[in-house]
């Protein structure tokens, strides 16, 4: 093979690396929360850096383009470093997302049905070490990811990550708690949900990488 060609298929696997990155964009809106809020109103603020909103209110949470999914939003800004959250169960909305009452907090989002992705997201308890809320995938029982987390203290950040296959190409993310379990908050951030790369465009950058190193001994000679 001649040293140009070389080249051209050393592009070309790298090039294919590049799009199979893209395509792993997170597929959830606004999951870090940092979305301006300046143009929205609050219902009720407490202090300078905690502010309950109206369910849509979000960019891409509860509701944004499919109705209502979920209840009022509470952001809070940590002031050390402007870093913006959402708690969970905040505020309930007795109609809640589901049998009995619920702390809700969801964003639907197109994915392709058949294809593995991988959830991951920030959580903390608020006051108690005891805390707990579910979190789920998918759009009826048996759900594509299904998991209760009560593993998270007041002090530090835990990180949530777990791979799903998607049963339909819209699905819906839920973080809910029940009314009556008396907790007093979850904070959540960092919420992204990827494709899983398949394991030939893994193949792909291999050989883009050996034939990197191949033309470059080449070169040398």
Do not use: C
């Amino acid at each position: 093979m001649e040293l140009n060609t070389l080249k051209k298929s050393v592009i070309t696997a790298i090039l294919g690396v590049v799009f199979t990155a893209s395509a792993n964009a997170n597929l959830i809106v606004n999951g870090d929360f940092e979305a301006d809020q300046s143009g929205t109103t609050p219902l009720t603020s407490w202090g300078a850096n905690i502010h309950l909103y109206s369910n849509g209110d979000v960019d891409g949470w509860n509701g944004s383009g499919t109705g209502s999914i979920g209840d009022n939003i509470e952001l809070w800004t940590v002031t050390q470093d402007g870093n913006t959250f959402a708690e969970l169960n905040s505020h309930s909305n007795p109609a809640g997302n589901g049998p009995g009452n619920y702390w809700n907090l969801a964003q639907d989002f197109v994915a392709e049905a058949g294809i593995e992705y991988l959830l991951t997201f920030d959580y903390k308890a608020r006051v108690n070490d005891n805390e707990s809320f579910k979190v789920r995938v998918g759009n009826s029982n048996p759900f594509d990811l299904l998991e209760t987390i009560d593993d998270h203290v007041t002090n530090n950040w835990s990180s949530f990550s777990q791979t799903f296959v998607a049963s339909e190409d819209l699905l819906r993310l839920n973080f809910y708690t029940k009314v009556d379990t008396g907790t007093l908050g979850n904070f959540i951030d960092n919420v992204s949900i990827t494709a899983v790369p398949e394991p030939g465009s893994l193949a792909l950058l291999g050989l883009g990488l050996a034939g990197l190193g191949l033309s470059r001994r080449k070169t040398k000679a």
